[in-house]
């Protein structure tokens, strides 16, 4: 039974086109999170909700939207996508179960190209 | 700025040795420290973490150890074995709920 999954695992798009990416999980976490990996193979966290509430939001263009209607849910709608939006997304959820935990574990990803 | 760093892009040991593979940090904050074990076209998985309370922590063949002062972890896989071969991640935060922050990765390749 699939942890964290994401849909769809590739999407190639024309520019301009607006797209979402869903991520679900299972393991009944309170912490959703959003990372871009790019062409340098670098993962960077892009945002994370903790039931239901945004609570980071790095340098983003406003062009991502994430939207999470419930806490095993977390969306990202991506408008009027360009070149340098291709890259991997990976979703993640995770539980502090205490000061000094945080394992988050990781959706397979999705491999966006955009045209 | 690159707040966690993994120097090495790749690193080829044989199978029944040790793999050392090596994470420096910069921010003084990141008080937990993960290792991500990726294969091609999945997810990063979870392998072993520490806290900054720690010096040590062993999972079976896996142990990670941390040097605060140095600001520098490492992750040892003893005996190494072929399926072992994948990409390794070193990731650190600074607080419960917080972003992981990660290194550029490193591939490891263990030869039969």
């Known amino acids: 039974d699939t942890a964290v999954s994401q849909t769809p695992k590739y999407l190639v798009t024309q520019m301009g086109n607006d797209k979402s990416i869903k991520c679900e999980q299972n393991?009944?976490?309170?912490?959703m999170y959003w990372y871009k990996q790019d062409s340098k193979k670098f993962l960077k966290i892009m945002f994370s909700?903790?039931?239901?509430?945004?609570?980071i939001n790095e340098t983003v263009p406003n062009r991502f939207s994430p939207k999470s209607p419930d806490k095993a849910h977390l969306n990202l709608h991506i408008n009027s996508l360009e070149l340098g939006d291709s890259a991997v997304y990976f979703c993640?959820?995770?539980?502090?179960?205490?000061?000094?935990?945080?394992?988050?574990?990781f959706g397979p990803g999705t491999r966006l190209t955009v045209l | 700025d690159q707040q966690v760093k993994q120097n090495s892009p790749s690193l080829s040991v044989q199978e029944g040795r040790i793999s050392i593979l090596n994470c420096d940090y910069t921010?003084?904050?990141?008080?937990?420290f993960l290792w991500y074990k990726k294969y091609p076209a999945e997810g990063p998985t979870f392998l072993i973490s520490?806290?900054?309370?720690?010096d040590k922590n062993e999972d079976g063949r896996f142990t990670v150890f941390l040097n605060k002062s140095a600001k520098h972890l490492s992750l040892h896989i003893v005996p190494s074995q072929p399926g072992d071969s994948a990409v390794y991640f070193c990731?650190?935060?600074?607080?419960?709920?917080?972003?992981?922050?990660f290194g550029k990765g490193i591939t490891l390749s263990v030869r039969p």
């Open positions: 990731a650190a935060s600074a607080g419960a709920n917080s972003k992981l922050t």
């Open positions: 921010n003084s904050m990141f008080d937990y």
């Open positions: 520490i806290s900054s309370i720690k």
């Open positions: 909700y903790n039931n239901k509430e945004l609570i």
């Open positions: 993640a959820s995770s539980q502090p179960r205490g000061p000094g935990t945080n394992e988050q574990f």
């Open positions: 393991l009944g976490h309170d912490t």
